[in-house]
């Protein structure tokens, strides 16, 4: 059974900082590329950030020099730093591998 665990939301304020953590298992982590999403109520969702089995990045030009995805293939874990954050990042925020999604971890960012 696989399963996408994330984990790491919550309420910060502006210019805080956050660190989500995504935790598989049931998959061979190695192989997939990772990727971030999040979804804002009436909005569509979007694209963070994705992380390939090699380790390549790619940012939406919204969170660009603010977010940092990683992974750590021993751990089955991919990650988000996100720094600087603003209002407008508040969302919740996906993982996702393949086919297969987590249940998603709501991050708040208000003063």
């Known amino acids: 059974q696989v399963q996408l665990v994330e984990s790491g939301g919550g309420l910060v304020q502006p210019g805080g900082s956050l660190r989500l953590s995504c935790a598989a298992s049931?998959?061979?982590?190695?192989?997939?590329?990772m990727v971030w999403y999040r979804r804002t109520p009436g909005k569509q969702r979007e694209l963070v950030a994705t992380?390939?089995?090699?380790?390549?990045?790619n940012y939406a030009d919204s969170v660009k020099g603010r977010f940092t995805i990683s992974r750590d293939n021993a751990k089955n874990t991919v990650y988000l730093q996100m720094n600087s954050l603003k209002p407008e990042d508040t969302a919740v925020y996906y993982c996702?591998?393949?086919?297969?999604w987590g249940q998603g971890t709501q991050v708040t960012v208000s003063s």
């Open positions: 049931g998959i061979i982590f190695s192989i997939y590329t």
């Open positions: 996702h591998a393949f086919t297969y």
């Open positions: 992380i390939t089995n090699r380790g390549s990045t």
